[in-house]
């Protein structure tokens, strides 16, 4: 039971890791709360499935227009909606859980409220130390590490990620050393969104999926990212993989209430926080956040 146990771990952590990290770093640097981050990766999802399944496309032509279709949904709502209200999170919270039901509707009356699952993006399984795993499975993995990487890279040794990691420091003082913040919080949103766009192109084929399937994913989340500490990515790459291991070891040791992972998971969170209130990697520096 060892091996479905880490590999079903392993990629269900990495897609949280995608999903927890992008809302990170949204919040790390606009200091907005996205409650609608999972409602981008459904509708990539529904996106997957449309393309490949109703439209006969291939998989890297339905990728490609997906994950560019996400983030610039993401990036209309950020600049259209978001943008004029960013130092108001009471208001952040309502728009962004009200664009989160809005694309729950739409995808109802779209599409009905049947289940749904993409087709796989490559064929065939193989045998692990005697299991047999998706080629999906092992494709999920590999994208997820090699986009963390990138992000990694992008955010240390790159000039864009030196304007994030100011714009997240100190928005004025970035401002100041020349540093346009409105086009960094703008392509923040950008990479933050396309991280759900990656995740949803990973995941709808090993999901079953529905319009109202933003809920549970947003609860999880929201537990990674306060577990591993607001605003930071490695606490939320951490913490998505420790939230997966809680869920896995329910699912397979405890089949019957499979139904409890979530409260397993929340429980995770608690026992955490009550011995770092901050999270793994909280700080009160905001340079460290990133």
């Given at each position: 039971?060892?091996v479905?146990?880490?590999i079903?771990?392993?990629?269900?952590?990495?897609v949280?890791?995608?999903?927890?990290?992008?809302m990170?770093?949204i919040?790390?640097?606009?200091h907005?709360?996205n409650?609608a981050?999972?409602?981008?990766?459904?509708?990539?999802?529904?996106?997957?499935?449309?393309?490949m399944?109703?439209?006969g496309?291939?998989?890297?032509e339905?990728?490609?227009?997906?994950?560019?279709g996400?983030?610039l949904?993401?990036?209309?709502?950020y600049?259209?909606?978001?943008n004029?209200?960013?130092?108001?999170?009471?208001?952040i919270?309502?728009?962004t859980?009200a664009f989160?039901?809005?694309?729950?509707?739409?995808?109802?009356?779209?599409?009905g409220?049947?289940?749904r699952?993409?087709?796989?993006?490559?064929q065939g399984?193989?045998?692990?130390?005697g299991?047999?795993?998706?080629n999906?499975?092992?494709l999920a993995l590999?994208?997820?590490?090699v986009?963390?990487?990138?992000m990694?890279l992008?955010?240390?040794?790159?000039?864009?990620?030196?304007?994030?990691?100011?714009?997240?420091?100190?928005?004025?003082?970035?401002?100041?050393?020349?540093?346009?913040?409105p086009?960094?919080?703008?392509i923040?949103?950008?990479?933050?969104?396309?991280l759900?766009?990656?995740a949803?192109?990973?995941?709808a084929?090993?999901?079953?999926?529905?319009p109202?399937i933003?809920?549970?994913?947003?609860?999880?989340?929201?537990?990674?990212?306060?577990?591993g500490?607001?605003g930071s990515?490695?606490g939320?790459?951490?913490?998505?993989?420790?939230?997966?291991?809680?869920?896995?070891?329910?699912?397979?040791?405890?089949?019957?209430?499979?139904?409890?992972?979530t409260?397993?998971?929340?429980l995770?969170?608690?026992?955490v926080l009550?011995?770092?209130p901050?999270?793994?990697?909280?700080?009160i520096?905001?340079?460290e956040?990133l």
């Amino acid at each position: 039971m060892i091996v479905p146990i880490i590999i079903r771990t392993l990629t269900l952590g990495g897609v949280y890791a995608l999903l927890a990290s992008g809302m990170s770093l949204i919040f790390g640097v606009a200091h907005i709360v996205n409650l609608a981050h999972t409602a981008f990766f459904m509708v990539g999802a529904y996106g997957m499935w449309f393309l490949m399944r109703q439209q006969g496309w291939g998989p890297i032509e339905s990728i490609l227009v997906t994950v560019v279709g996400v983030t610039l949904l993401g990036l209309l709502v950020y600049r259209v909606f978001l943008n004029r209200v960013r130092q108001h999170p009471q208001a952040i919270l309502l728009i962004t859980i009200a664009f989160a039901l809005v694309f729950q509707e739409l995808l109802v009356l779209a599409f009905g409220s049947h289940f749904r699952t993409a087709p796989a993006l490559i064929q065939g399984s193989r045998l692990i130390l005697g299991v047999r795993v998706t080629n999906q499975d092992l494709l999920a993995l590999g994208v997820v590490a090699v986009v963390m990487i990138v992000m990694w890279l992008v955010l240390k040794k790159t000039k864009l990620g030196i304007a994030i990691r100011a714009t997240a420091n100190d928005a004025e003082i970035a401002n100041l050393m020349g540093i346009s913040v409105p086009r960094t919080l703008l392509i923040t949103m950008g990479i933050g969104t396309a991280l759900a766009g990656v995740a949803a192109v990973l995941m709808a084929p090993l999901w079953v999926f529905y319009p109202y399937i933003w809920m549970s994913p947003l609860t999880m989340i929201l537990a990674i990212v306060v577990l591993g500490g607001l605003g930071s990515i490695k606490g939320s790459v951490i913490g998505a993989f420790i939230i997966a291991l809680v869920e896995t070891l329910v699912v397979f040791l405890l089949p019957q209430h499979g139904y409890m992972t979530t409260a397993f998971a929340l429980l995770a969170m608690i026992i955490v926080l009550s011995v770092r209130p901050g999270g793994l990697f909280g700080t009160i520096f905001e340079e460290e956040r990133l």
